[in-house]
């Protein structure tokens, strides 16, 4: 039987073509039954085999997008009151309004460095750690929705003036693991619960998921709200509100341990530039979250406190997808400075 595919001739009773693999088995035009190749006439129906066509197999399914499993953090924003605005504006002043609003949306996602996924009317999804994952996506996550809120005061206010609406400004964020494929905006996964998530939260204000509290609890201040019950989740989900004070509220840290050796090592590098009265750089590479900042934060509190050393900490562009955090120490006598131990923060710059 010569394979209607590729052309090749195989032997009477073969099933598949053994050249291309193509199916050889006949089946009638008419009741689709399947034909002995020897056969005249369609045992099933009387048809003539003539008029019986080789089945082909099935064309191959393109292939799936390639998938990736990361660790993100999702932020989902969402305008409350935005239906009866529209309700009673005229369309021309709504589509204003919202071209402004989502405006100021892009800008503060864009100012700290995330990627707005989508547009979803009057809602946003925007992600940290696409495509490139950092230690401070997290971070860079929540600072982006406390500036949300503070532009979007702002932005409610004028609205209210002009227009005598008031709109409200939700924001939700959560860091898990999902999946997601090359240009795809749709996350699988822990993602998708900062949008529960931020349906719990109150207007104004900004709330966080547990897995992003714990990442972010030494630079922002949370009032507990307890577990809530989430659509997806069959467990309840613990939410925290981002307090209003940020910097009166922030959690004490945990204590610091399991980092000996790499402590005395710092230790001993900063003896030696202290000694030899000459510089000394060390660098410090570790995978996000794996502590480098809490090891460099630690080494700066114990030279000043035992030596009176002067620490500047100093934060840098993010580039690239591998971090790093340096600390500038100088004994206090090598500058003439006096005994008090002073610390400078620059912030973030993006």
């Given at each position: 039987?010569?394979?209607?595919?590729?052309?090749?001739?195989?032997?009477?009773?073969?099933?598949?073509?053994?050249?291309?693999?193509?199916?050889?088995?006949?089946?009638?035009?008419?009741?689709?039954?399947?034909?002995?190749?020897?056969?005249?006439?369609?045992?099933?129906?009387?048809?003539?085999?003539?008029?019986?066509?080789?089945?082909?197999?099935?064309?191959?399914?393109?292939?799936?997008?390639?998938?990736?499993?990361?660790?993100?953090?999702?932020?989902?924003?969402?305008?409350?009151?935005?239906?009866?605005?529209?309700?009673?504006?005229?369309?021309?002043?709504?589509?204003?309004?919202?071209?402004?609003?989502?405006?100021?949306?892009?800008?503060?996602?864009?100012?700290?460095?995330?990627?707005?996924?989508?547009?979803?009317?009057?809602?946003?999804?925007?992600?940290?750690?696409?495509?490139?994952?950092?230690?401070?996506?997290?971070?860079?996550?929540?600072?982006?929705?406390?500036?949300?809120?503070?532009?979007?005061?702002?932005?409610?206010?004028?609205?209210?003036?002009?227009?005598?609406?008031?709109?409200?400004?939700?924001?939700?964020?959560?860091?898990?693991?999902?999946?997601?494929?090359?240009?795809?905006?749709?996350?699988?996964?822990?993602?998708?619960?900062?949008?529960?998530?931020?349906?719990?939260?109150?207007?104004?204000?900004?709330?966080?998921?547990?897995?992003?509290?714990?990442?972010?609890?030494?630079?922002?201040?949370?009032?507990?709200?307890?577990?809530?019950?989430?659509?997806?989740?069959?467990?309840?989900?613990?939410?925290?509100?981002?307090?209003?004070?940020?910097a009166a509220a922030v959690e004490t840290t945990a204590p610091f341990v399991g980092r000996a050796r790499e402590m005395t090592a710092l230790r001993e590098a900063f003896a030696s530039a202290t000694t030899a009265r000459a510089a000394?750089?060390?660098?410090?590479?570790?995978?996000?979250?794996?502590?480098?900042?809490?090891?460099?934060?630690?080494?700066?509190?114990?030279?000043?406190?035992?030596?009176?050393?002067?620490?500047?900490?100093?934060?840098?562009?993010?580039?690239?997808?591998?971090?790093?955090?340096?600390?500038?120490?100088?004994?206090?006598?090598?500058?003439?400075?006096?005994?008090?131990?002073?610390?400078?923060?620059?912030?973030?710059?993006?």
């Amino acid at each position: 039987m010569d394979c209607a595919q590729c052309g090749e001739a195989n032997r009477d009773g073969a099933r598949f073509c053994g050249e291309c693999g193509a199916i050889l088995a006949r089946r009638c035009a008419s009741c689709n039954a399947e034909l002995n190749p020897k056969l005249k006439f369609c045992d099933g129906c009387g048809t003539p085999t003539s008029a019986a066509a080789p089945l082909v197999a099935p064309a191959a399914s393109a292939p799936l997008p390639d998938a990736t499993r990361k660790t993100v953090t999702a932020l989902f924003a969402d305008l409350v009151g935005s239906t009866s605005f529209g309700e009673r504006s005229d369309a021309e002043v709504a589509r204003s309004v919202m071209a402004r609003y989502h405006a100021l949306l892009q800008e503060a996602i864009d100012a700290h460095g995330g990627t707005v996924a989508k547009f979803m009317g009057d809602g946003m999804m925007a992600t940290f750690g696409i495509p490139e994952i950092a230690e401070d996506d997290a971070i860079r996550a929540v600072r982006a929705g406390v500036d949300i809120q503070d532009r979007f005061t702002a932005f409610a206010a004028d609205v209210l003036r002009q227009h005598g609406e008031t709109l409200g400004l939700r924001v939700g964020v959560n860091t898990g693991e999902v999946v997601i494929a090359s240009g795809d905006a749709d996350l699988v996964g822990d993602g998708d619960v900062a949008a529960r998530i931020e349906h719990a939260c109150n207007p104004g204000r900004i709330t966080v998921g547990e897995e992003t509290w714990r990442l972010t609890r030494g630079e922002f201040g949370y009032e507990s709200l307890g577990d809530v019950t989430v659509a997806g989740r069959a467990q309840p989900v613990a939410i925290f509100e981002v307090a209003t004070d940020i910097a009166a509220a922030v959690e004490t840290t945990a204590p610091f341990v399991g980092r000996a050796r790499e402590m005395t090592a710092l230790r001993e590098a900063f003896a030696s530039a202290t000694t030899a009265r000459a510089a000394r750089l060390v660098t410090v590479l570790g995978s996000p979250g794996v502590g480098k900042t809490r090891l460099s934060r630690e080494l700066c509190a114990a030279t000043s406190a035992e030596s009176d050393a002067i620490t500047f900490e100093i934060r840098c562009d993010r580039a690239g997808d591998s971090t790093s955090r340096r600390h500038r120490l100088r004994a206090r006598g090598s500058h003439g400075t006096g005994s008090r131990t002073a610390r400078r923060r620059i912030p973030d710059r993006h």
